[in-house]
């Protein structure tokens, strides 16, 4: 009877302890199946967090191209060349450019080289009727005919070669007279009338298609009635 009951004694203990290896390493694989999905829980989470950065960046970017787009478009720049077209037009009327206080056809030239002093060049233009004087520090031109009275002043001012074409075009209208000038550089003239003294001319480079100069020209100026010549008409 001893030696049955120390066997069964011997059993239960094994079995005791075998129920207790199989209990520990169940515990030790779930714990590590816990460890496992927290760690790829941790990854998913960078994931995310990195492609929400990236959204983020992307949508910065995108934000920036879009504001960048709508810099490049100055609505400022435009309306300032509006502007200086309408004082432009405003000043032909008078017989002036924008840089000039002189009065086409109401000045000689003597009357200008008192105040500016001698020219840098003359030269006679038999195709535009008389001879033009260049004073390059003022940006401004003369022509006179044989009396000494200016009939045209151009204006060579910095400022007029940020105009366009289309700009003109857009404040004025289709010009109703229109030419070209051959030479270097060939060159766009498009002419409007002021009223029934003065015409502004635009001057615009075939290269930039912006504006190399301003010419007013009164017509009156230039006619010989003696000669039967009319003059010119632009």
């Not at 005791?16 to 460890?35: K, P, T, V, W």
């Not at 998913?44 to 910065?60: F, G, I, M, P, R």
């Not at 720049?77 to 002189?102: E, M, T, Y």
């Not at 075939?206 to 010119?232: E, F, I, K, Q």
């Amino acid at each position: 009877m001893k030696k049955y009951g120390l066997l069964i004694a011997l059993v239960v203990a094994v079995s005791i302890f075998a129920g207790y290896l199989l209990y520990n390493n169940s515990n030790i694989a779930q714990r590590r199946n816990q460890e496992s999905q927290s760690q790829k829980t941790a990854t998913n989470d960078n994931s995310t967090s990195d492609n929400n950065a990236k959204d983020e960046n992307k949508s910065s970017n995108d934000s920036n191209n879009g504001n960048s787009d709508k810099q490049d478009h100055n609505p400022v720049v435009d309306n300032r060349n509006v502007d200086l077209i309408n004082q432009i037009v405003s000043l032909a009327k008078q017989g002036k450019v924008i840089n000039c206080d002189f009065v086409t056809g109401k000045t000689t030239i003597d009357d200008i080289e008192k105040v500016y002093g001698n020219s840098d060049k003359q030269e006679y233009i038999s195709s535009a009727k008389g001879t033009y004087t260049t004073f390059t520090k003022k940006y401004l031109v003369f022509g006179f005919n044989k009396g000494m009275q200016v009939f045209e002043t151009r204006s060579f001012d910095p400022r007029l070669q940020a105009i366009s074409r289309s700009d003109i075009e857009n404040v004025l209208g289709k010009a109703p007279y229109k030419a070209s000038i051959s030479g270097t550089p060939s060159q766009t003239v498009l002419g409007y009338t002021m009223n029934s003294d003065y015409k502004l001319e635009f001057v615009i480079s075939y290269t930039t298609n912006l504006v190399d100069h301003v010419n007013v020209l009164y017509p009156a100026a230039t006619a010989n009635s003696m000669a039967g010549d009319p003059g010119r008409q632009w």
